[in-house]
Every structure is written in structure tokens, then in C-alpha cells.
């Protein structure tokens, strides 16, 4: 199982994704990758979710997308192996949605943080050091920005803005 993910974790990075924009929700969108985890986690995580109703669509592929957002939710997690507090905040910003992933986990230092969206730099034993830099590929790719801070036992965040779909 670990060479399947980690032979489709490299060819994600290596291949160059067709983008295809569409309006996308993003409470329906965060709902979806965000609510298995919540089923499966409850008794450790807390999940913690502030999304407006009333938001823009954003203008992006959906699938890319999601899958930076997984990424995302899957290193917050990892982080907090025992117990902790996911926190999923999200708000509209000029001509964009802006989404927060928090984490009360282990945290980088500054050498790791700097490091961060470097392919195959992981802070893990396990894993492929890809999924940070997919994310910041794929939300790139779809005209929106990702960073990423982070404290020593304190925990990181991750923060992505999405273009809103046009009128």
C-alpha cells in the first residue's frame, strides 16, 4: 500500500494536471473532504468549522483543488498524533475565498518551515515530502495563493485564497 501512495503521490507531482475551471462551493467542497475524517476521528480531534453559507463560488477545478485541501487536512493531522484541535476557518477577501487550516500539532521550527513547500522535505518518517508542494501546484495552478506559518509545539497553519468566479 505504501509504494502504491507513494508511486501516485510522484506521479501527481511529476505529471502537469489539465486545469478545468468551474464555479465551485466551497462549504459543499469542504464538507466532502473534511466530514470522513470528522466520522473517523471523533474520539481523538476536535473539529472546529467556520464556514459562511453565503459565499461566492470560487472559479477553480474542482478536483485539484480538493486534493490540496486533503493534503492539507492529512499534515494537520499527522501532527497531532495523539489528540488535538483542527480548525477550518473560512472568509471572503477581495475578489476571493480565503481558507484556514489550523493545527494544534508539533509545529516546524524555522529551518523546517522555510523548507516547507520544498519537494520530498518532510518533517514525517512516513510520506513522500509531496503533499505540500502539490497543494501549492495545484492552488497555483488555479490562480490562488497558499502560505504557511508555524511555531514549535504550537501547532501550524495553512492559509489558501481561491479567486471567486467571475459574474
Excluded: C, W
Excluded at 492539507?72 to 487550516?101: F, W
Excluded at 514525517?124 to 511555531?151: D, F, M, Q, Y
Aim: charge should be negative; proline fraction near 7%.
Amino acid at each position: 500500500k505504501l509504494l502504491r501512495q507513494i508511486a501516485s503521490e510522484f506521479s501527481s507531482f511529476a505529471s502537469s494536471p489539465v486545469v478545468e475551471l468551474a464555479p465551485v462551493d466551497v462549504p459543499e467542497l469542504l464538507r466532502e473532504t473534511i466530514d470522513p475524517y470528522r466520522a473517523g476521528l471523533r474520539d481523538r480531534i476536535q473539529f472546529e468549522v467556520d464556514v459562511p453559507s453565503d459565499l461566492s463560488p470560487v472559479h477553480v477545478d474542482r478536483t485539484l483543488v480538493s486534493r490540496s485541501i486533503t493534503n492539507i487536512v492529512e499534515n494537520a493531522l499527522h501532527a497531532m498524533p495523539v489528540s488535538g484541535v483542527l480548525t477550518v476557518l473560512v472568509r471572503p477577501v477581495d475578489s476571493g475565498v480565503r481558507i484556514r487550516v489550523s493545527d494544534t500539532g508539533l509545529g516546524m521550527d524555522a529551518t523546517a518551515l522555510a523548507r516547507a513547500f520544498e519537494p520530498y522535505f518532510s518533517t514525517k518518517t512516513t510520506g513522500t515530502g509531496l503533499g505540500l508542494p502539490i497543494a501549492k501546484r495545484n492552488i497555483e495552478l488555479n490562480g490562488g495563493t497558499i502560505a504557511v506559518t508555524s511555531e514549535r509545539d504550537r501547532g501550524t497553519t495553512v492559509e489558501v485564497t481561491l479567486p471567486i468566479a467571475g459574474p
